[in-house]
Structure formats: structure tokens, C-alpha cells
């Protein structure tokens, strides 16, 4: 999806430098600190907090190599739109008071590089990116354990953080001076029930992949996250800081609740067989998602499904589709602009043997026709 193909992938852009690792440890290590730290920037904003608004959030998720990062980046270029950034990590505690302090201090310009990833999207600290985990994770410390269910549902209560998170989307928009909070969260699809309950007028923007590309993404993603870990063992602690257990050493499968697929997946990944764990993936997941919708009316309407492929080929009429479903506005010109950069990316050649691509064709056979595809067609 990006507009220029990616460089060969090297560990080296594991590296983490001594001083993040420092501000990290500094950040994560003491979260009373930072509870305090949070409540003395509450009570410094005052009512200019309480005016905050927060209108029809908006969360793109689903399963990693779908497609969210690009739409991310798609909607925060819009004048409307705020998100949290590279750069807001690792005090995410408090969005307002941080950004502030980085107004004030000089610093060079920063030169976009290409991201771990080597998927061709090209980062700097101020580009959008997937910040909230790292919050979600202090409230719900079980949020990764994959041998219980992951999901929160409409009668999940947590009162403090429904309250600590409105006020720390209200000051992200206002440190931005933005109208509307868009957040990329892979994790949040276990959390739809939750987040419509508590914000009845969001919207959900959830992409959908052909699974045969989509397991070729995950398995080269964890191959480089691995090879990166080992290489330089710090950035495994950064990761788990920032609430990232896609890949890599600490990889760990999202359980939608319902059926006995995550231990499937992980006694494939245990014995080797990497494309039958994410073809069980990639089934559980979004097929709970169908069989959630099917049960809930109101969150149906709230969630609207993209198919990669779609978006690759008829770029216009589906972020038109996709911004109208979210209330974004982009005027003819913006929306070609966000269109050239969507295409299926070329470094995928045939990236499975005939017989591994019949097998995972198999293997999520049901949940793919559920989404129309033509079970057989890569």
C-alpha cells in the first residue's frame, strides 16, 4: 500500500538508543508517579478540559497487516482530525503537558526513515501511530494473557478508566487543537462492545485481507520482529512497553472468547508450522467479529468492514465510503491525493507453495465466503 517499494529488511532498525531505553524504564517503571503526574495536568486545565467534546471517535483495528496503519495515516492528514504520535511515547500519560514541554525545546528536523517493518512507510516523530495500548494495559493488565478471553464487552465496567481515558482523548484535542480523535488499535477488536458503550456515537473502521497475503505479511513480520529481537534484546523490552505483542519473541495471538481455536494456534506455532497457526488466527478472529455484529444491531451499524483488495483497486469510492461512514471530510483534490498512495504492495510474488496455499485456503475456507471471498482465488 505504500508508494514505493521497501528497502531489504535489517535488524539494525531494532536498534533502541541508551536513552530511550532510559526514559522508557523512567516512564514504565513507576506508574503511581505518573498517576499523579496525570491529575496535576487535569487540574491545570481545568475548564478548558470540561469544554472538550469528544464527537464520533473514531478506531480502525483489526488484525495487523490489514491495512490500519495506511488508513491511519490516510485520516490524520485530515485538518480535523487528531491522533497521538511516534513522539508522544513514552510520558503517554500525560499527552497535554508533554507536547507542550516539546514546543519549547529545540530539536533538528527529523528525517523520515523507513519503520522495523520495512513495509515501505517511511516515520518520523511526528507521524500518527498506535499509542493507547500502553494505557489500556495499566487498567487491564490481562489484556494479552492469550489463554483467557481478551474481549470487553458492553457490560465490562471500569470506572476509573472510562474516566481517565475521555479525559485523555479530550486532551490530546486540545493540545492539537483538533475537533476529532482517531485511533489505530490492532488489540481494540476484542473491544468493540466496550468502546460503543462507552462512546455511542463512534465509529469502527475494520479491514479485512485475503488470508493468503495476509499470513505471507504476519509471517515475514514476525520473521524480521524475531531476527531484530535477538539482535539487539533491548528492543524486546521497549515493545512490551509499548503494548506490541504482534510479532516477535513475545508474540501472542488475540482470543476473541467462544471457541477452542487460540490453543490450535499456539501448539502450531509451538511445533513449527507457522501458516496453519495464522490460518487459525486469522479465522478465530474474524469470525468472532461476524458473529459479534450478528448479535448486536447497534454495533453493526457502528462497524464498517473494508476489504484490502477493494481498497487497493477502487481507492476513491472506498475512503469516500469510509470517510462518509465516519462523518471526515476530504474535498475532491485531498481525496485523490489519499488515493495515489494505495496500492497492493509488489513484494509478493506466489509467497506460498502450492500445497501451504491450499492449506490455508482450507483452514479458513467458512470465515472467508463469510466476507465474500472466492474461497480458492489468492
Known sequence: MSSSAPRAPTADRFAISAGTRLFTRLCHSYPGLWDRLERLETASLGDRLNGIEIDKPVYVTGLARSGTTILLELMAG??????????????????????????????????????????????????????????????????HDPRRSNVLDRDTQNDAFAEFYRRHIRKLLLVRSRARYVAKGNYNIARLGYLHELFPDARFVVPVRHPVR????????????????????????????????????????????????????????????????????????????????????????????????????????????????CSLHADRSRLAEMAARLREPDYYQRPFEPADERRIVQATAGTMSRYGYEVGKP
Open 78 to 143: 485530515l485538518a480535523e482530525v487528531a491522533t497521538h504520535r511516534y513522539r508522544d511515547f513514552p510520558p503517554v500519560w500525560t499527552p497535554y503537558l508533554w507536547n507542550r514541554f516539546l514546543e519549547l525545546v529545540p530539536r533538528p528536523a527529523a528525517q523520515p526513515h523507513e519503520r522495523p517493518h520495512a513495509d515501505g512507510i517511511e516515520i518520523t516523530p511526528e507521524s500518527p501511530e498506535a499509542m493507547e495500548e500502553t494505557l489500556w494495559m495499566r487498567f487491564f493488565p490481562a489484556s
Open 214 to 325: 495476509h499470513i505471507a505479511s504476519l509471517m515475514r513480520q514476525h520473521r524480521q520482529f524475531s531476527e531484530g529481537q535477538h539482535a539487539h534484546p533491548a528492543s524486546r523490552d521497549y515493545l512490551r512497553a509499548v503494548g506490541h505483542f504482534e510479532f516477535g519473541l513475545d508474540r501472542a495471538p488475540i482470543n476473541m472468547g467462544g471457541t477452542p481455536a487460540i490453543p490450535e494456534v499456539l501448539a502450531h506455532w509451538q511445533s513449527g508450522d507457522e501458516a496453519a497457526g495464522w490460518a487459525a488466527c486469522w479465522s478465530h478472529l474474524y469470525g468472532a467479529l461476524l458473529d459479534q455484529l450478528e448479535r448486536d444491531d447497534r454495533l453493526r451499524q457502528a462497524v464498517l468492514l473494508v476489504r484490502y483488495e477493494d481498497l487497493n483497486v477502487r481507492p476513491e469510492d472506498e475512503l469516500r465510503r469510509i470517510l462518509d461512514h
